[in-house]
């Protein structure tokens, strides 16, 4: 029979099968936690850049702590009831102590325990900002993984609403110089922990009244955390949760007076915002203020920045009362926004050193340190390959220019300069004269 498309010769078989089996041999990340390629590294540098320039406006400083905790610090400050200490966190015991680890998978119990350890607030009040990696043991979707990054705020040792606002104006300062539109902010008050262990009364009795309509979740949560039933997405639960007793009704004066101050700041400010009467958060450490930023853009995931008020949090690990507020930022959900709006940032080379000839590679490499020393990125070409072949590279690496250095230019010891993205001369001259021109020439377009 004559062999079709449908029908593959034998040898293809084999082929196949072995390209399949080589393939599921090779080790591959692991699911929901993903590698940033070189490609997409310049947008995460450009939302890295911007948040560390607007931070450091408003007097933040940096701080860092381990990705691997006491699982107790958890425990202890997120929640033995949460989904995040029941289910999410990486676990594990140490082998060599048998201490009981978990990889991180919040900011600001670790800032907070870093501050209490070191005695940070000694010499007053801080503002501090952490970055990096986050792990929760989830069903990978778009905008949440297993391993993802967050840019967090805190303000410690100073009470609010003033702190509030400042963290929300920061916020939405941080918007604005990335360019990203649509973003919402939504707001509420879950008042004090003895106003909450009131209303948790009034909540069980209404879901008990309610129990054939509560999901597996919901039941196990009853008595142990009700407050996290109002959370809940199941579309199946939310007539019966829009019926619910309302957290507001039940909070005494202060806390009142608390939230109109914060809502009377925003409007002051100009800041728009949303009441949300159902946002609680998923951490037992707040208290009072607590809010997120959202975009209906990203589907399901839509919070890109969440936070609140944590005034216990100090108290709850050790400490003495000390009243904290802070944010964390999503940067893998922030980043769809960005990648959405068509922002690219701008390729990390100025040039690309293309070279032939007799000695050309020792003078192109002492050239390509010349221009770096300009302060000039400067990728050098070191393929061997001819002209044509170099120059494809030069355009394919998203440099300005492509520096040319051939027997002409050696033996004059300068350098051409083709412009690569616009349609201009191509010039000659010295290295200092090249440099001094691609610097002005780039400065300008800056500017």
Request: charged residues 25%; contains cysteine.
């Amino acid at each position: 029979m004559r062999p079709t498309s449908r029908t593959p010769l034998p040898h293809t078989r084999t082929e196949n099968k072995k390209r399949k089996n080589q393939m599921s041999n090779k080790i591959q990340a692991i699911r929901g936690m993903n590698d940033v390629l070189p490609d997409e590294s310049p947008l995460w540098e450009y939302f890295e850049d911007t948040v560390r320039d607007v931070f450091r406006r408003y007097g933040y400083r940096n701080i860092r702590t381990p990705i691997v905790e006491r699982t107790e610090l958890f425990v202890r400050g997120v929640g033995a009831v949460t989904d995040i200490v029941e289910k999410e966190m990486y676990s594990f015991t140490d082998a060599m102590n048998g201490d009981e680890l978990s990889l991180r998978p919040e900011g600001t119990a670790p800032t907070v325990r870093a501050v209490l350890e070191h005695n940070l607030l000694y010499n007053g009040p801080q503002r501090l900002w952490y970055s990096g990696p986050l792990f929760r043991h989830e069903r990978p979707q778009k905008g949440r993984y297993r391993q993802y990054h967050s840019f967090g705020a805190e303000v410690l040792g100073l009470p609010g609403p003033d702190v509030d606002i400042e963290l929300l104006l920061m916020a939405r300062r941080l918007w604005q110089a990335l360019g990203i539109e649509g973003v919402q902010l939504q707001i509420n008050t879950i008042g004090s922990a003895e106003e909450r262990r009131a209303f948790r009364e009034q909540l069980i009795k209404y879901f008990e009244s309610h129990a054939g309509l509560l999901d597996e979740d919901a039941t196990r949560r009853l008595h142990a955390n009700p407050l996290r039933i109002l959370d809940s997405k199941n579309p199946e639960m939310q007539s019966m949760i829009e019926g619910a007793p309302r957290l507001m009704d039940a909070l005494g004066d202060a806390s009142r007076q608390n939230f109109e101050a914060v809502q009377a700041g925003l409007r002051d400010a100009g800041i728009e915002y949303t009441v949300n009467p159902r946002l609680v958060r998923g951490l037992d450490y707040y208290n009072l203020t607590v809010f997120e930023w959202v975009c209906d853009r990203l589907g399901a995931q839509s919070a890109i920045c969440s936070g609140g008020r944590y005034d216990g949090l100090f108290e709850q690990l050790g400490g003495k009362p000390t009243p904290g507020c802070g944010f964390g930022i999503g940067v893998e959900r922030t980043l769809l926004l960005l990648e959405e709006s068509k922002m690219r940032a701008a390729t990390p080379l100025d040039a690309y050193v293309v070279h032939q000839g007799e000695g050309a590679t020792q003078y192109a490499m002492g050239a390509a340190e010349s221009l770096r020393d300009s302060g000039l990125a400067v990728a050098l070409d070191c393929s061997g390959a001819g002209f044509k072949s170099q120059m494809k590279k030069a355009d394919a690496s998203g440099a300005r220019y492509a520096v040319v250095i051939g027997a002409d230019e050696m033996a004059a010891q300068q350098v051409s300069v083709k412009a690569l993205r616009e349609a201009v001369e191509q010039t000659r001259g010295t290295l200092a004269q090249a440099a001094a021109m691609m610097v002005t020439t780039m400065n300008s377009k800056r500017g």
